[in-house]
């Protein structure tokens, strides 16, 4: 497991350390910093990807598109490196940048450095990062398959475009029995896949075919097991927001890192608090979460997860970023309230998830 990300002059960080456990929250407000650590990891893992022999990295790639040299390097940076370091338990792996030497929008790496690390581990586990965007190709009416002869177990694609092809191709397979929902004995992907989706739309289920002589597959939805199959478009950008997410939680390898933003898109309040505590099943099966998120459904369905010992406590992370703006470069501040075995955290700071509360006082005249 990744334990610690190290970030130097990338975006609005000249030096930042962020912790990481199984199951890491990042939340605050809009351009904060949130995405550049979710950037960093993509990066990473977008350089171990790079099977050419050229020693320079290109910003804009299938993980991530970053634009130029200039929209990387830190305004403040004192130097034109730009690193990022991981850590483990084992040691840390090291990559660098140097930003004043560059072909287009391609970066040369100078240095790539393992301290006391398996380096085959780290990077494997960067090359088989999983990510979901918050933009999800939701409601297509066929989905493509993925264009690699040997794609990377559970990568539903950026937008989720693979989560049919996958959902299909593992239908009738087991899943992890600690992912298992309490109230479905049988282990495979379908009834597994049907019983969460439930928790989030109750009463809906999906299927996924083939169709012949093409790469494609389509999938049809439903919300009531008596009623028959629906194209995507048909039922609303909830389910098929969640379904890539689903799809990849339940079959994700152990010591995967699964990154969502924001899993709460589409959903309402019950769905955002039941993927919370999906994903933290999730990680306490093993996979590593990452979620950038701005709701408070979601950090709830985390706390509940925590209380109801789906997860532990000292398992999940919570990082909130705010702008410092006593700072003329308004450099990020990150405050990380720690969760104890109820739930509950140690600390509110100014802007954490509280907007309902000032917005209540002020409705009901008390301010």
């Not at 998120?293 to 209380?307: E, I, K, Y």
Request: glycine share 6%; with cysteine.
């Amino acid at each position: 497991m990744l334990k610690r990300i190290q970030i130097e002059n990338l975006k609005c960080f000249k030096k930042q350390s962020i912790p990481l456990s199984e199951l890491t929250l990042l939340t605050g407000f809009n351009a904060a910093g949130k995405s550049t650590v979710i950037q960093a990891l993509l990066l990473a893992s977008q350089m171990v990807r790079h099977s050419t022999e050229s020693p320079y990295i290109p910003l804009n790639g299938p993980m991530v598109k970053l634009g130029t040299v200039g929209d990387v390097l830190n305004e403040v940076a004192t130097t034109r490196q730009i690193s990022i370091t991981f850590e483990n338990d084992n040691g840390s792996t090291q990559f660098v940048l140097d930003a004043s030497d560059r072909q287009g929008t391609a970066v040369k790496l100078t240095n790539h450095q393992e301290v006391k690390s398996d380096q085959t581990l780290l990077q494997s586990k960067l090359r088989e990062l999983i990510y979901i965007s918050a933009m999800r190709q939701g409601t297509k009416d066929v989905f493509p398959s993925p264009d690699t002869p040997e794609p990377i177990n559970a990568d539903v694609g950026n937008q989720g475009q693979f989560a049919p092809w996958w959902f299909e191709k593992h239908l009738d397979d087991e899943i992890e029995p600690s992912r298992c929902h309490a109230e479905e004995q049988a282990p495979t992907l379908r009834r597994q896949f049907n019983a969460w989706a439930a928790e989030l739309f109750p009463g809906s289920q999906a299927n996924a075919r083939k169709i012949p002589q093409t790469p494609l597959v389509q999938l049809e939805l439903r919300t009531k097991e008596t009623e028959g199959w629906r194209r995507p478009v048909n039922i609303g950008y909830g389910l098929t927001y969640a379904f890539p997410i689903l799809v990849a939680g339940l079959l994700a390898k152990p010591n995967q890192i699964l990154i969502v933003d924001s899993p709460e898109a589409h959903l309402h309040p019950l769905g955002q608090s039941r993927i919370g505590e999906f994903l933290s099943t999730v990680a306490a099966s093993g996979v590593q979460v990452i979620l950038e998120t701005h709701s408070d459904h979601v950090l709830n369905g985390v706390r509940l997860a925590v209380a109801r010992n789906k997860i532990s406590n000292t398992n999940t992370v919570i990082h909130f970023f705010s702008p410092d703006l006593t700072s003329a470069q308004q450099a990020p501040v990150v405050v990380s309230p720690q969760v104890d075995r109820e739930g509950n955290l140690s600390e509110w700071p100014e802007g954490f998830f509280d907007q309902s509360e000032k917005d209540m006082t002020i409705l009901a005249g008390w301010e």
